[in-house]
T-cell receptor, first 120, second 113 residues
Framework: AQKITQTQPGMFVQEKEAVTLDCTYDTSDQSYGLFWYKQPSSGEMIFLIYQGSYDEQNATEGRYSLNFQKARKSANLVISASQLGDSAMYFC?????????????????FGKGTLLTVNP | EAQVTQNPRYLITVTGKKLTVTCSQNMNHEYMSWYRQDPGLGLRQIYYSMNVEVTDKGDVPEGYKVSRKEKRNFPLILESPSPNQTSLYFCASQFKGQKYEQYFGPGTRLTVT
């Protein structure tokens, strides 16, 4: 079974500073993917970044980067130069990447989220 | 624009009154799924579908039904809603295969009184 742990229920950061949101995971799968989603107060789930377990380089997407440490089973999200619009709930999720034709392991397993507040 | 749409976005209903939440995607995705989000519990999968006429249970299927008669649509049916089904519901879809992200719909906030 997969498990995602996000130990920070809430985080505060000053505008224009960088912030790291923690995510640790547990799985027996050999091949897996790690995802971060943003959920603003309006409720939608917005995909931010993906890291495959066999990817050699850490993923980056604009101001978002994923600090992937496989041996520590951590996949922290780093947001550089925080903006007021970054205030939201952030979810770490994982999925098996040896995907079967039946679809049973396409399910995303989510952590409980971290509420980020960016202060002006 | 590539998107997953859900309707309605908000719904208040009473116990026992059958309802359907629609989900449609325009990206030709094979895989579709329903999740519910509850405070302190995160997102949990209700049902999923890998193809037309192929559906299967997720982690919390009790009290729900789904159908997949067309590739683009995956409605969630609550035959007899109960207050414990008050939740935020998300439909998601993706292409078959590795490394593809799941696209989420905007969510449906359901209240059952």
């Amino acid at each position: 079974a997969q498990k995602i742990t996000q130990t920070q229920p809430g985080m505060f950061v000053q505008e224009k500073e960088a912030v790291t949101l923690d995510c640790t995971y547990d799985t027996s799968d050999q091949s897996y993917g790690l995802f971060w989603y943003k959920q603003p107060s309006s409720g939608e789930m917005i995909f931010l970044i993906y890291q495959g377990s066999y990817d050699e380089q850490n993923a980056t997407e604009g101001r978002y980067s994923l600090n992937f440490q496989k041996a520590r089973k951590s996949a922290n999200l780093v947001i550089s130069a925080s903006q007021l619009g970054d205030s939201a709930m952030y979810f770490c999720a994982m999925r098996d990447e040896l995907l079967n034709s039946g679809g049973s392991n396409y399910k995303l397993t989510f952590g409980k989220g971290t509420l980020l507040t960016v202060n002006p | 624009e590539a998107q997953v749409t859900q309707n309605p976005r908000y719904l208040i209903t009473v116990t026992g009154k059958k309802l359907t939440v629609t989900c449609s995607q325009n990206m030709n995705h094979e895989y579709m799924s329903w999740y519910r989000q509850d405070p302190g519990l995160g997102l949990r999968q209700i049902y999923y579908s890998m193809n037309v006429e192929v559906t299967d249970k997720g982690d919390v299927p009790e009290g729900y039904k789904v159908s997949r008669k067309e590739k683009r649509n995956f409605p969630l049916i609550l035959e007899s809603p109960s207050p414990n089904q008050t939740s935020l519901y998300f439909c998601a879809s993706q292409f078959k295969g590795q490394k593809y992200e799941q696209y989420f719909g905007p969510g449906t906030r359901l209240t059952v009184t």
